[in-house]
């Protein structure tokens, strides 16, 4: 069973369309993440929210909008895709109750290529 | 604000050779929290250690060992007799402690080349 599911794992798109990639976890966290990696490896935080409640919101385009149905689940919906956009979206989830030093487990990743 | 250097872009040895990632971190907290991840080939990032501020006792687990060193803020990893399935992506991380959710700031990561 995998703990943090991404899906799709890969995703090839047209500048300008909408699309959505979905993230579950299965480890009872209360804490969930979307982080962005660039072409050059760079892990940058995006979002994170805690049972639901957008916690951080770091500088993101406002087409990037993320939506937390319930606490096992975040997904991050992109308007108006542009080439820039392309990266490697990873999910992260943590337990939520010891401060700032939770561990962070994340996602297989999503591949988002756009053309 | 905080930040994570990993001076080390890349790094190629020999397979059966010792090899240290170099981690050095900036942050005004005094409670703080350090991390390393390991990124293979595969993509997946996989957690291999977290450390807290008030515990700066070297690490060692197996072949990996962890020297925290809170005068020279650093965080540095050894992997001894290295071998071909170490090579990958290692990145430190931080983080705050903000009362839970925070992101994590990473070190652009040092890019390691085992070859047989």
């Known amino acids: 069973d995998t703990a943090v599911s991404q899906t799709p794992k890969y995703l090839v798109t047209q500048m300008g369309n909408d699309k959505s990639i979905k993230c579950e976890q299965n480890l009872g966290h209360d804490t969930m993440y979307w982080y962005k990696q660039d072409s050059k490896k760079f892990l940058k935080i995006m979002f994170s929210?805690?049972?639901?409640?957008?916690?951080i919101n770091e500088t993101v385009p406002n087409r990037f909008s993320p939506k937390s149905p319930d606490k096992a689940h975040l997904n991050l919906h992109i308007n108006s895709l542009e080439l820039g956009d392309s990266a490697v979206y990873f999910c992260a989830s943590s337990q939520g109750t010891s401060g700032g030093g939770d561990i962070q487990y994340f996602g297989a990743g999503t591949r988002l290529s756009v053309l | 604000a905080q930040k994570v250097t990993q001076a080390q872009t890349e790094i190629s040895v020999v397979e059966k050779e010792d090899v240290t990632l170099d981690c050095v971190y900036e942050?005004?907290?005094?409670?703080?929290?350090l991390f390393w991840y390991k990124q293979p080939p595969s993509g997946e990032l996989v957690f291999l250690i977290r450390?807290?501020?008030?515990?700066?006792q070297n690490e060692i687990s197996g072949r990996y060992s962890w020297n925290f060193q809170k005068s020279t803020s650093s965080f540095n990893f050894t992997i001894t007799a290295s071998q071909v399935v170490d090579s990958a992506v290692y990145f430190c991380?931080?983080?705050?402690?903000?009362?839970?959710?925070?992101?994590?700031?990473f070190g652009k990561g040092t890019h390691l080349i085992i070859q047989p």
């Open positions: 991380a931080l983080s705050e402690d903000r009362g839970g959710a925070d992101g994590l700031t």
């Open positions: 929210y805690n049972n639901k409640e957008l916690i």
């Open positions: 942050t005004r907290d005094t409670t703080y929290y």
């Open positions: 450390r807290n501020s008030f515990d700066e």
